[in-house]
């Protein structure tokens, strides 16, 4: 079973910073995809970015502020969140797709606030 495991999450300022990290069970060159996704208090989980073999994608409310990255030596994905916005707040989910099949992590809570 494909394990993925978020960390870096925590209480940041607004206008501050973050690394979130997603490390893999497996190599992540097996998955066709991997993303990251949020799901704030009462709202329904969203993309945030997603990073396949070639091509990266942001969501627009994320874009310039957030760069999605893979260490394939480390088997994991990192999503640098800066100019990070009280709106930002959410449990940051990691999600990885192979062939069909989605694998999702436990989610780490960042919170946005002064």
């Known amino acids: 079973q494909v394990q993925l495991v978020e960390s870096g999450g925590g209480l940041v300022q607004p206008g501050g910073s973050l690394r979130l990290s997603c490390a893999a069970s497996?190599?992540?060159?097996?998955?066709?995809?991997m993303a990251w996704y949020r799901q704030g208090p009462g709202e329904q989980r969203e993309l945030v970015a997603r990073?396949?073999?070639?091509?990266?994608n942001y969501a627009d409310s994320v874009k310039g502020r957030f760069t999605v990255s893979r260490d394939h030596a480390k088997n994991t994905v990192y999503l640098q969140m800066n100019s990070l916005k009280p709106e930002d707040t959410a449990v940051y989910y990691c999600?990885?797709?192979?062939w069909g099949n989605g694998y999702w992590g436990q989610g780490t809570q960042v919170t946005v606030s002064s």
């Open positions: 999600y990885a797709n192979r």
């Open positions: 990073i396949a073999s070639v091509s990266t």
């Open positions: 497996e190599s992540i060159s097996s998955f066709n995809v």
